[in-house]
């Protein structure tokens, strides 16, 4: 399985609603000028998550766009099943060679691990290599 760009991209999106949490609705198109993005592109992924239950949307002149649910529910998988469908490397055949079919069924069910077990609040607070914050060891 390889993630478009309607994944990564909904990941941006949800990323950066996770950030602004507390702060009100966020527009698309702060997102979309933060990140260098098409608009129109954001526009069509968020509704899927909309109608998905992972985020509101906020009328008028200071609306935009919230979390439905805290970040630290919401996984990656959630996201990525929502805009790009089920989590399958390939499609595992029953006719297949045992020892093919166990590989494919042990890829499909890591990848589904990485993503059910990563919250929105492990990436939307994420401090790896190049934060500012992580420590420096020399040898």
Do not use: C
Request: hydrophobic share 40%; proline share 4%; no cysteine.
């Amino acid at each position: 399985m390889k993630i478009s760009t309607k994944g990564r991209y909904g990941l941006t999106i949800m990323m950066a609603l996770a950030k602004k949490h507390g702060e009100g609705p966020t527009a698309l198109k702060v997102i979309a000028k933060e990140h260098s993005l098409s608009e129109h592109y954001l526009e069509q992924l968020i509704s899927p998550l909309r109608n998905a239950g992972l985020v509101k949307s906020i009328r008028g002149a200071y609306g935009g766009y919230i979390l439905a649910k805290e970040a630290k529910t919401i996984t990656a998988g959630d996201i990525i099943r929502v805009l790009e469908g089920p989590i399958s490397p390939v499609e595992v055949l029953e006719d297949e060679e045992p020892a093919k079919r166990d590989l494919w069924i042990r890829i499909r069910d890591a990848v589904k691990d990485v993503l059910d077990h990563t919250t929105l609040d492990d990436l939307a607070n994420y401090e790896g290599e190049g934060s500012q914050d992580s420590y420096m060891f020399y040898i």
